[in-house]
């Protein structure tokens, strides 16, 4: 058997905490920046929804049967043909339309804040109308 020396290889109790402390520190340094990313990334989520894809099936909607659909036939008239719908060429999206928190997004038309064309908007993370909304017209 031969032997090296009395030192053992490996690291000693001191080597391991400085380790522990200084990924703790990089940790406490890191996490700050990554907090509340996900919430902002489900916003601009919902912003794209209403900005560009829904209103881009409302819009071909529009194109096709001269009008928006109405409140009652709501989003759905963009999946489904509605009686209303003289030249219907759908459908104009390709599932029904949810908000990153799992709710449906709000439609009305012709809308009260947008009345040429329609009110679309989500309620949010907190599931009422709010500060947090996420709306076409602002």
Do not use: C
Not at 58 to 71: A, C, H, I, V
Request: aromatic share 10%; hydrophobic share 40%.
């Amino acid at each position: 058997m031969i032997r090296i020396g009395k030192k053992s290889a490996g690291f000693t109790l001191i080597e391991l905490m400085l380790v522990v402390i200084i990924i703790g520190a990089l940790v406490a340094m890191v996490m700050p920046r990554f907090t509340g990313r996900g919430e902002q990334a489900r916003v601009a989520a919902a912003k794209a929804d209403i900005q560009a894809n829904i209103s881009t099936g409302l819009k071909l909607y529009e194109l096709d049967n001269g009008g928006f659909p109405s409140s009652e036939e709501g989003l759905n008239a963009l999946l489904n043909k509605p009686f209303s719908a003289g030249n219907w060429n759908g459908p104009y999206l390709e599932r029904k339309p949810l908000d990153p928190w799992g709710r449906e997004y709000k439609y009305k038309s012709p809308g009260d804040h947008r009345k040429a064309d329609y009110d679309l908007y989500s309620l949010g993370k907190d599931g009422i109308e709010s500060s947090d909304d996420v709306k076409n017209w602002e």
